[in-house]
Structures are given as structure tokens and as C-alpha cells.
């Protein structure tokens, strides 16, 4: 996903449009550029890299005029460059777009314009929006019409921002696939694909639907379908802060998001659990009380994190909940034929809830008669939106590439679903009790397991130079041992990969070798004795094993080289606590190789096309 933001009102809209982009930089970083509306001209600067040289192009010539659009770019079609870089201007010269989606019709666009002799200057889907929005608009002189006629030739995704350079009071957005998000501030309006763009400066947002146009102007807000069908956008209080969005002292977004877990914990079950009962209370499903008893099976789906999250729910819902469950990439469900049987509840996972292919699963699954669930951050989110009932995480704005607070919330915010249903089933009362005491007191074991920042910075910096790293876990802990993986991966670029520890005889086995670190979640439950055996098989392969283990555990101390003591609590909620270190491990790892840790190369922080 790009960053897209767009800006009417009355200060200088150049110094707005990128301070928006500043905070949108987490969602693309290869390229930028902006359009302001001046003296009937279009004011356009871009720059390949990061933001600082958009800021340098602007400082060197600057841009004026108290309208503007822009743009934060991961590259999908097109080299990172500065022909490739948004705003787009159609061949006239009079109409600049930023847009973020995907146009698949993009090359019979071009070639139509091109055989009108209209000339492309860049490799991008995008310019062909932009040049037929042109095309319209040198024939008809109707902007909004244009707009509209040329979103009803495209086919794919898009959210849109179009300024033009004979309206310096009107700036038009759309969308279809692609998030927009309008805010209405003091004399100003504001376009943006994200809310983090908005913090701070407006207090009200509404958010666009598929196939709708809004034109901002002197009037206001004034909204329309595609087909110029006329819409009331009701307008709603932007819930995030300025200080959830700013780094508030850490050095990095993923450093202060892993420190925010007790506090987003506590968020994520605040007026949910309570000790000493034994019952959550979930107001999100508070609409299906007469269905949940009915849930036979559960169908879980997400990306990345999400995906991990929704595997360690699979042991939580037919463990507690005792319902058959499956969990899938949604990139897979997308193109499968999943089997909806009566009784099915498909739940979709998403930190942004925002995500292209789970959104492209939810709507599949639901084509299907499935009944559907939301575990989502992004409140208003397209997921959010189209799902039949959720639960939110409540965890703040993550800004940071790699999910961390996120992933701990959605583990919570699975134990209370699972809490729920089973005690709408055959958990017992005391149970269910014992189970929300040892949740409510998960804050502060988390606490107490950040507590080991010093000890995996040592750790991460004395495997500087080792190339690849294994985790293993069993049982609930095996999507731990993935999501630590991970995130390695995505902010160290170390190979890493994450098994269920007895996999390893199976194969893996064979690339130990001297030194190598292998990282063996292992906390006092069932699956003990097996994960000591199979850390002996590492060790006697001379691989060095790092081992997260339950606080007081003695007997790994003597196996392990080196120990991560992590608070005791019940098996089921380990990955709580087990996570910690190993996202510090990954952090610390990132910076000891001196990367970027809040935007890892290549990546992007949603995936929305
Ligand atoms: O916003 P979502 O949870 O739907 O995002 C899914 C993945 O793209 C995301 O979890 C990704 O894997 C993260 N970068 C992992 O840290």
C-alpha cells in the first residue's frame, strides 16, 4: 500500500501534505511527490528515496498554493523513479492524481489515449487514470464528470486523490479497494488513505465506501456514486491521539509498540475480563447471542502475523471452545473452493483491516453463506465494515512495519472468543475463571518480560554475523516459534525459520551445524520433556540454543547456552509471554546489522493491493 493525502483549506498546503506523508511513510518509502494548485498552474516536485529528498526538492523550489496532493509510494508497477513517482499529470498538464490500487485495464487505457496522441511519460498503471481523467476533461471542461467517467472505464482498486490546475478550491477522491479516509478540521478538509495522516489536525472523519466520488470545495463535503448518484456521509469523532501516533521518547515505532503490549493488553480486554469472574463480556457479539451456541466449526484466516495469531487460535478455540477449526492463509482461500457448511464461522484476522487478500477471502467466504468475524485494529476498516460482527484489539496505531502489539492483542482478543464460546458450551464456570484470572494478570507478566531488552540486545549482538537461525515450539508454541521467525526475517533480512520442534528429525536436521543459533520456546507444559529431548539433539549437533523458558526452570539451564526467563502461565496463554523476547531478540538483531527497524526494505506496512 501507498500513502496518499490530500489537502483544502487555508494554510500553505506544500508544509501539510508533508507532514501527512511523514506519518504515512511507514505505508511506502521508495519515492514521493506532491501537487499543489497556484496561479492556475499545477506546482508538482517528486523524489525518489525517502521523504527527506521530497523535502529537499521543496526547500530548493518551493510549492504554493493552500491545495495540494500527495504521495508516499511502494513500488507494484513500475522501477522506484522520479517519472514513475506520483502525482501523475495528464498530457495537458492540468490534472495531477495520486492514487493507490492497482488499474488492471491500464494497458488498454493507454493504447485508446495513445492512439488519440496523447503521450505517457511514465511505466505506470496510475498515469493512465490520470490521462483519461485529462482526456474527459480537455473535451467536456467538467471536472467531477470527468472523474467519474474515467473511474467508470477503469477496472481494479483504487483510492484516488485529483487535484486540477483551474480549480484551487476543489479536490476530488474516490474509492474502490483502497481505503480513503475524509477528515473536516477548521477550514480545512483533508484526504488520506490512513487516519495516522489525519491525527492531530481534524476531530471528525467519515470514510469513503466502494464507488464513491467526494468533491471538497467551498460547500464542504459533498458525496455521489460513480453514476452520480447522490449520498449523506454521516460523520463520525476520529478516535486516535497524537501522542498513540508519535514516537513518545523510543527510538523506533516497533520499539515503543512492543513496550505499549501491557498498556494495549490491558485496552484490548478492558471492560471484557474482569478477575474473579467467569464470563467475558464481548459487546461486539453482543448481536449474535443467539448464534454463538450454534458455531460447529470455525474457519480462521489472515496474512503475516495476522495468519500466526490465527494459528494459536486454532489450539485456543478447540481447546476452551471445543470447536473444530481451521486456519488459512487467506491468499489461499481467496482462490480455493472452501466448503461452508451450516454452522460455519469464518473469522478474518487483520491488524489494518485493510489487507487485499483477506478482504478478497472474507468477501469469498461470505459469497459462500458463511457467517463472519472480525478481529481487527483498524477501526472503520473495510474488514471491520464488511464483517457481520467483530471484536476490536483496541491496541492503538501500529506504525511499525513489523506487527507486534497487534499480534498480542489478537491472542487476547482469541482467549476471550474462545473463553466465550466455551462457556456458552461445556467449560465450566470455575474454568473459565481460573482462565480470565490468568489473562487479567498477562499485563504484568508481560511487563516483567520486557525486562529482558538488555539481555536480548547482548544476545542479538553476539550473533551479529550468524546468517541463519531456526525456532522451534510445539503444541500452542509452535506459531510462536513462526511469528519469531518472522520477525527477524522482516527487520534483520536473517534467514530464519520457525518449525514445531519435532519436525526436526524429519529434515532439518541437517543444517545444524557448529554455532548455529536455534531458538527453542519452552515453557513447564506437556510438551517438556519432549522439547528437552529435542533440544539434546540439537546441542549434540553442536547448534547453540537459545531457550524461552518458564522463570525458576532449572534443569534447561543446564542444557541450554543461554536462557530467556519468561513469567509462568497457563500453557495456553504462553505465547503471551514467550513473544516478548523474541520480538526484542528481532529488534535489537535489526540494529545490530544497522537497519531500519520501522521500514524493513521491500515492505510496506499493508498489503492493499
Ligand atoms: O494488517 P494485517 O494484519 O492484515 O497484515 C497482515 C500482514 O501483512 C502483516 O502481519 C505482516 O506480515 C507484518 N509485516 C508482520 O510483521
Known sequence: MCGIIGYLGTQPAAEIVLGGLKRLEHLGYDSAGLATVADGQLHVRRAVGRLDGLAEALAAEPAPGTLGIGHTRWATHGRPSQENAHPHVDAAGRIALVHNGVIENHAAIRSFLEGQGVRFRSETDTESLAQLIGFFYSQTGDLLGSVRGALR???????????????????????????????????????????????????????????????????????????????????????????????????????????????????????????????????????????????????????????????????????????????????????????????????????????????????????RGAVTLGIVNGVGSTIARETDAGVYLHAGPEIGVASTKAFTAQIAVLAMIALDLGRRRHLSPERTAELIDELAAIPEKVTKALELDGQAKRLAQRLVDRQNWLYLGRGVNFPTALEGALKLKEVSYVHAEGLPAAEMKHGPLAMIDAGMPVIVIAPQDRTYEKVLANIREVKSREGRVIAVASEGDERIAELADEVLFVPRTSPLLAPLVATIPLQLLSYHAALARGHDVDKPRNLAKSVTE
Open 153 to 367: 472505464e477503469a477496472r481494479g482498486t483504487f483510492g484516488i486523490a485529483v487535484a486540477c490546475a483551474d480549480a484551487a478550491d476543489t479536490l476530488i477522491a474516490a474509492r474502490r479497494g483502497s481505503p480513503l479516509i475524509i477528515g473536516t478540521g477548521r477550514d480545512e478538509l483533508i484526504v488520506a488513505s490512513d487516519a495516522a495522516a489525519l491525527v492531530g489536525r481534524v476531530s471528525q472523519v467519515t470514510h469513503l465506501e466502494d464507488n464513491e466520488v467526494v468533491l471538497l470545495g467551498p460547500g464542504g463535503l459533498r458525496a455521489v456514486t460513480v453514476d452520480a448518484k447522490p449520498i449523506e456521509k454521516q460523520l463520525e469523532p476520529l478516535e486516535a491521539s497524537l501522542e498513540e501516533a508519535s514516537l513518545g521518547g523510543y527510538a523506533h515505532h516497533m520499539q515503543k509498540e512492543i513496550f505499549e503490549q501491557p498498556d494495549a493488553l490491558r485496552n484490548a480486554m478492558r471492560g471484557r475480563v474482569r478477575p474473579g469472574a467467569d464470563r467475558v463480556t464481548l459487546g461486539g457479539l453482543k448481536s449474535f447471542e443467539r448464534e454463538l451456541p450454534r458455531f460447529r466449526r470455525a474457519l480462521l484466516f489472515g496474512c503475516g502475523t495476522s495468519w500466526h495469531a490465527a494459528l494459536i487460535g486454532e489450539y485456543l478455540l478447540e481447546e476452551l471452545a471445543g470447536i473444530s477449526t481451521e486456519v488459512e492463509y487467506a491468499s489461499e482461500l481467496r482462490y480455493r473452493n472452501p466448503l461452508i457448511q451450516e454452522g460455519t464461522v469464518a473469522i478474518a484476522l487483520s491488524q489494518s483491516g485493510e489487507t487485499a487478500d483477506t478482504i478478497a477471502a472474507l468477501r469469498e467466504v461470505q459469497s
